[in-house]
């Protein structure tokens, strides 16, 4: 066990910024959740490896989290290392005429802009869609009939016993928010993103109209992890919650979108606890007036 104040010398040396008992409502989407015993933000894969052996020589919990866009803190924080990509590991460059390098903390809408600078098509579907490179491919991110199983090559990582690998094509079985980093224990570091040419405007134009469907559809006004469940098959999510009654329905300060039962929003002063609290609400509703077991799209630590 490592004593307070004790995380700046054990991290010492380290290309990382170190920040104890870190507010974890800073750094996630629903701006909910208590502090990590240390905040740790390598600004080099190297120094994410480094600070991964670190914690496993010193026994101390580490979990990896990207911008925590889709990611549910518990109210009592996370004893341990969270180790942060996002703000860290941000290098994005052409790879070749069409396929761009990304490493894994880049934000996926610099990603997508990035595109656009370089008059490249096929990532205006993840325009907008909050969170990291990283967790983009780690969960196959997607919509309006893209997903990144469309244009990612290949992703390096970093493996359990801390060694670098990569995978590629079906070797990362890219699938419905899924793919083999979700259970392989590798902490994706960067990745490849295969491209076309196309007309800027044209690419421009795209990104704005899904933007602005978006803007229209969803409660971007709030703070929330996105789609709060996974899409049953045959189903949405959405639209089986809402059937139930539940849209508006919530619990101290978390509620179910009024503008898109999908969304379970933070809509002022609520507590991670509020939120596990509706999502179960909901899930027990809808499997008693549907049969549909609803699972949820959020990560939880």
């Known amino acids: 066990m490592i004593s307070e104040g004790a995380y700046e010398r054990v991290f010492s040396g380290l290309d990382c910024d170190i920040a104890e008992n870190a507010p974890m409502s800073q750094y996630t989407s629903f701006r ?23 914690c496993a020589e010193k026994g101390i919990a580490a979990a990896v989290i990207g911008n925590g866009s889709n990611l549910l803190v518990s109210d009592d924080g996370v004893r341990g290392a969270v180790i942060r990509t996002a703000s860290g590991l941000c290098d994005i460059r052409m790879a070749d005429e069409t396929v761009i390098f990304c490493e894994a903390g880049v934000p996926l809408s610099r990603l997508c802009m990035f595109a656009l600078e370089n008059s490249l098509t096929g990532l205006e579907f993840a325009y907008g869609i909050p969170g990291t490179a990283g967790g983009a491919a780690f969960m196959n991110a ?3 009939g ?7 090559l290949g ?3 970093i493996t359990p016993s801390f060694e670098k690998g990569s995978l590629e094509g079906e070797e990362m079985r890219l699938g419905y928010r899924t793919s ?4 392989n224990g590798c902490v994706i570091t960067d990745m490849l993103v295969s491209l076309e040419r196309a007309d800027r405007h044209d690419i421009r134009g795209k ?6 469907r978006r803007k229209e559809k969803q409660p971007l006004e709030y703070p929330s992890a996105g789609s709060t469940f996974k899409r049953p098959q045959g189903n949405y999510a959405g639209a089986l919650i809402e059937q139930c009654g539940l849209k508006g329905f919530s619990i101290g300060g978390a ?3 009024e503008k898109h039962a999908g969304f379970v929003i933070n809509r002022g002063g ?12 909901i899930k027990k509703t809808v499997f008693e007036q549907t049969g549909v077991v609803l699972e949820p799209e959020v990560r939880m630590l």
Do not use: F, N, W
């Not at 609520?270 to 609400?281: E, G, K, P, R, V």
């Open 255 to 257: 509620q179910v979108s």
């Open 155 to 157: 992703c390096s990582h």
């Open 32 to 54: 909910t959740g208590g502090a990590a015993d240390v905040l740790v933000t390598p600004h080099s894969t190297d120094a994410l490896r480094e600070s991964l052996c670190v």
């Open 270 to 281: 609520a507590t991670s606890a509020d939120i596990i609290m509706l999502m179960q609400h």
């Open 142 to 144: 997607g919509a309006y």
């Open 207 to 212: 990104m704005d109209e899904l933007l602005a």
């Open 146 to 152: 893209g997903e990144m199983k469309d244009v990612l």
């Open 180 to 183: 083999a980093y979700s259970s």
